[in-house]
């Protein structure tokens, strides 16, 4: 398993959130391992991008983590019951994200139903890995980590990675139009097409 190192994370946020498409996240949970393929993600653009939780320097006990240098965890709360993960990139100086919209289950049942789907979305795959606010501001550089990232030599082309508005940030004027949500083409467990 090659942990990605911390500097894969200091890149610009959309280089970032592209480079994780195809990488396995590895979530620890009480007595297991789990592992599951990034096929969905949306970039965060810090104190420039009204979408933002930093937008123009805002900075809350809840927005700590995203002041912290790339490879950080930043798990938050929405609606009061469902968690996000998000990786943190570039510096502290530029506090910006990648949020995890999707994952692959691995290894994959060899048959599914879209019913049964449980990491579609960024709420649902944080409550089926058990992943809450004790996961946020972690090192997801370090393979002894709860929660790590990897490269395992899935390939991803140019041409498989489709580009559309994020999900959900319609009070962001303009900026919600912006092509920053990252996906893979013909993914069964992308949230919305």
């Known amino acids: 398993m090659k942990i ?7 890149e610009d946020t959309i280089t970032v959130a592209k480079s994780l498409l195809g990488k396995t996240l590895h979530i620890k949970t009480t007595g297991s391992v789990h592992q599951a ?3 969905e993600v949306e970039a965060y653009l810090g104190i420039k991008d009204p979408a933002c939780h930093t937008f123009e ?5 809840r927005t700590s983590s995203m002041y ?3 490879g950080h965890s930043y798990v938050y709360q929405i609606y009061g019951m469902y968690f996000c993960l998000n990786v943190v990139t570039r510096s ?7 949020l995890i919209r999707a994952l692959e289950p691995l290894p994959l049942a060899a048959k599914f139903e879209k019913s049964q789907l449980v990491s579609n979305g960024p709420g649902k795959l944080c409550r089926h890995y058990e992943i809450n606010k004790d996961h946020n501001g972690l090192q997801m550089w370090r393979k002894q980590s ?3 990232i990897s490269d395992s030599g899935f390939k991803v082309t140019t041409s498989q990675i489709i580009e559309r508005p994020r999900i959900g ?5 303009d900026a919600a139009l912006w092509p ?6 013909d993914n069964k467990f992308v949230s919305r097409k």
Do not use: K
């Not at 990605?4 to 200091?10: C, G, I, N, S, V």
């Not at 320097?57 to 006990?61: I, N, W, Y």
């Not at 502290?92 to 990648?98: G, I, L, N, R």
């Not at 940030?169 to 004027?173: F, K, P, Q, R």
């Open 68 to 70: 912290l240098s790339g």
């Open 92 to 98: 502290e100086q530029h506090p910006e994200a990648v």
């Open 37 to 39: 393929r990034i096929v």
């Open 57 to 61: 320097g805002r900075r809350t006990p």
């Open 180 to 185: 920053l949500r990252f996906y893979l083409a």
């Open 4 to 10: 990605l190192p911390q500097d894969f994370y200091f």
């Open 146 to 148: 709860a929660l790590c």
């Open 169 to 173: 940030v319609d009070y962001a004027g």
